[in-house]
Structures are given as C-alpha cells and as structure tokens.
C-alpha cells in the first residue's frame, strides 16, 4: 500500500491557501477521536468541508482521486467502496499507519492538500470499524462522494494528452 500514498510526494508543489490552510484543516479536524460519539462529529465535518468548499479544490480532490484510484487498482477493486469493505484488518491497519505518517509528513512541510486529502481517505476507512448506524449512513454519502472523485480522476487521466 506504501505506494499508493508516497507517489504524493511526486506532485507539483502544493500552495496552502484559502479555506484548505493549515490552520482550517487542524482546527476542523484534530488527531482521530476516541468515541463513537467524536467520530460522528469528525465524520459529518469532512462531508460538510468536502461538499461545500474542497470539492471546488481541483488539486485536493485530484489528490484524493489519485491515492483512491491508486489503493483501487492495486487490490483490484473497482471503487472506492468496494476497496473500503474488502480490505482487511491488517491492511488497513497498515494503511491508517501509513497515513497518519504521511499525513504528519505532509503537514511538516506545509503540505496542506496533501493532508486534507489523506485525512477525507482516513476518515472513509476509518468508518469501517464504526457500529453506530448513523456513522454508517455518513460513511456511505463520503464513499459516494469519494467514487465521483475517482471516477472523475479516471476520466481526466484517459482525456490528458500523451507527453
């Protein structure tokens, strides 16, 4: 799973600014809660963030759609959430590490989009381990969401032009 995360680092140089700035991401989104309850809250304020302000993010959701379509085709899944609930507790066990690693990584160096992308992804994943039935509907609308951003990502990429 290791490369799916680490080719974001290959990325033009990534601008922090407007609503994804460092400051907004933190403070909307703190280390991953402990309960039920918290999780529903971080839950609903990434749906909210995604659909009001980082869906009009180009770069954030092409990072989005990237890592997805990547973790999709490396496990041969053909949607985010076909990836979400088949991948099993080791892997995603892994891959919650490396993402916060990454993602503290990201955030280090100033990489605001990087971050808000690998924590939309975390999220997702993170929901799979979640009973309350109202987190489940939550994490269903973020996996719709994040299948259009992958979808989307995979028409873009069939469109570009040769180099």
Known sequence: MRTAVADLGAA???RVEGKLSLETI?????????????????????????????????????????VATRLCEKTGQPTWTAFRQHISRNDYDTLMREFQRDGNEAYSQGKGKIVYALQALSVSLAAKVQTDPETQQGAKLLDGLIDRIVANYKRQMQNKPAS
Request: hydrophobic share 40%.
């Open 12 to 14: 033009a140089p990534l």
């Open 26 to 66: 933190t403070k909307a989104c703190p280390p991953m809660p402990e309960t039920s309850e918290d999780f529903k809250q971080r839950l609903a304020a990434v749906l909210v963030d995604l659909r009001q302000e980082g869906i009009n993010d180009g770069e954030a959701m092409f990072l989005i759609g990237r």
